[in-house]
């Protein structure tokens, strides 16, 4: 079936560092894959995306590269603020449409100054 | 733009009882609706998908009696946990979309249910 795994957080990383959440996916077919973002008391955002293979999202400093051949959607950002603490989720559409939204379990991630 | 709450943000009841939690669209009209449910530590679960005037479509293993999805409007949709049991304690989030874009959910920020 369908499915996203995430690493477990949660990540503590010190402000400029790098930046990498794992993320794969099993699917049948051609996925679009998205990463969300929840910031402390607001809900999900979408924060990229990609919708097929090689494509690369970005946003905010924010990268992930669709990699086909390891079923890959790994998130990265080469330097973090403490503004990017939040919990971060890897989502994949097997249904081409909006509400077949399947989500990892989510990491957080926490920024020191 | 395309804003999404919910209300209550916390809800703690009695066993027993009816809690309704509702989701709004508020800048946007939003033809689909979507209830999530998320276990700590675990991902967001799709419930259900409501489509605003007809009857919500229910995921395999979610209980449609028990959890009642009306959608009346186009910014409105609520769930309500029928009977509600400690086991139903758990983060609700529902999503909106905006009628005519697709792969795009606005998210509302939870509502968290505990059941004594």
Redesign the interface.
């Known amino acids: 079936g369908n499915s996203?795994t995430q690493m477990e957080g949660p990540v503590t990383l010190s402000e400029e560092a790098f930046l990498t959440i794992n993320c794969t996916y099993t699917a049948t077919g051609y996925p679009?894959l998205f990463w969300?973002v929840?910031y402390p008391?607001?809900?999900?955002?979408?924060l990229l995306?990609a919708?097929k293979a090689d494509d690369k999202g970005s946003n905010k400093g924010f990268e992930a590269t669709y990699r086909k051949e390891t079923t890959s959607f790994h998130l990265e950002k080469g330097s973090v603020q403490v503004s990017d603490s939040a919990v971060y989720?890897c989502a994949l559409?097997y249904g081409g449409?909006?509400?077949?939204?399947?989500?990892?379990?989510?990491t957080k991630l926490s920024v020191k100054p | 733009g395309a804003v999404v709450s919910q209300h209550p943000s916390r809800v703690i009841c009695k066993s027993g009882t009816s809690v309704k939690i509702e989701c709004r669209s508020l800048d946007f009209q939003a033809t689909t609706m979507f209830w999530y449910r998320q276990f700590p530590k675990q991902s967001l679960m799709l419930m259900a998908t409501s489509n605003e005037g007809s009857k919500a479509t229910y995921e395999q293993g979610v209980e449609k009696d028990k959890f009642l999805i009306n959608h009346a409007s186009l910014t409105l949709s609520t769930l309500t946990v029928t009977s509600a049991h400690p086991e139903d304690s758990s983060f609700y989030i529902c999503s909106a979309g905006r009628t005519g874009q697709q792969e795009t959910q606005y998210f509302g920020p939870g509502t968290r249910l505990l059941v004594l």
């Open positions: 996203v679009s969300y929840q008391g607001e809900g999900l955002q979408l995306k919708t989720f559409d449409s909006q509400g077949n939204l399947i989500f990892g379990k989510g």
